[in-house]
Nanobody, 126 residues
């Protein structure tokens, strides 16, 4: 069982930066692959970034490549999402998720993850 608690959301101006953190419970966190998803108002939840249990490989949605960076610190049982050059399209609820095993067909999609956090709100003002 893994419990995930995110922090770091808030209001930021376009062009600014935020760093989200996701703290996990459970001694087996270091073996879980982790992902970040977001849900904009009126839209379905979408993939943002993912990182394997060993920190490589990482994956990014095309819309965030070059601006967002996912990383993890297994000693601190935490995964991070550094978000730079934010735009209004980045507004939404950001969810941290954990997957014990990745499958090629689902590692970038909701069904590929067993555990989810509550999701902090990120609002980017233009």
């Amino acid at each position: 069982q893994v419990q995930l608690v995110e922090s770091g959301g808030g209001l930021v101006q376009a062009g600014g930066s935020l760093r989200l953190s996701c703290a996990a419970s459970g001694r087996t966190f270091s073996r879980y692959n982790m992902g970040w998803f977001r849900q904009a108002p009126g839209k379905e939840r979408e993939f943002v970034a993912a990182i394997s249990w060993s920190s490589q490989p990482t994956y990014y949605a095309d819309s965030v490549k070059g601006r967002f960076t996912i990383s993890r610190d297994n000693a601190k049982i935490t995964v991070y999402l550094q978000m730079n050059s934010l735009t209004s399209e980045c507004t939404g609820v950001y969810y941290c998720a954990a997957a014990q095993y990745w499958h090629t067909s689902t590692r970038l999609r909701d069904p590929g993850y067993e555990y989810w956090g509550q999701g902090p709100q990120v609002t980017v003002s233009s």
